[in-house]
């Protein structure tokens, strides 16, 4: 069974950075992409950036371009999302996701199958 377990949210100033963490089990690294998404409240759940995990694609929302950078490390079955220059519209619950199986919908919600729990993240002004 798929899990996902995100860690590494919390409160910054804005300009700082944030490393988010999910830690997955149960061959997600297998679901062609994995993908980081932010839910602000009265919001849609939105795609931040992907990564197809059979290579080293990745792909970003225009707002978070040169400024957040996803990664993973097969060997620890880790995906990581770093947030730098972070602004208080990054503010968000951010979700770890697998199993889209082409770029195309990386950044279609309902094309994920798993998610994890949730991270909040939070930018002050």
């Known amino acids: 069974q798929v899990q996902l377990v995100e860690s590494g949210g919390g409160s910054v100033q804005a300009g700082g950075s944030l490393r988010l963490s999910c830690a997955t089990s149960?061959?997600?690294?297998?679901?062609?992409?994995m993908s980081w998404f932010r839910q602000a409240p009265g919001k849609e759940r939105e795609g931040v950036a992907s990564?197809?995990?059979?290579?080293?694609?990745?792909y970003y929302a225009d707002s978070v371009k040169g400024r957040f950078t996803i990664s993973q490390d097969k060997a620890k079955n880790m995906l990581y999302l770093q947030m730098n220059n972070l602004k208080p519209e990054d503010t968000a619950m951010y979700y770890c996701?697998?199993?889209?199986?082409?770029?195309?919908?990386?950044?279609?919600?309902?094309?994920?199958?798993?998610w994890g729990q949730g991270t909040q993240v939070t930018v002050s002004s």
């Open positions: 996701a697998a199993g889209a199986l082409n770029s195309g919908v990386w950044a279609t919600a309902s094309k994920y199958k798993y």
């Open positions: 990564i197809y995990t059979r290579g080293i694609s990745t």
């Open positions: 149960g061959y997600t690294f297998s679901t062609n992409f």
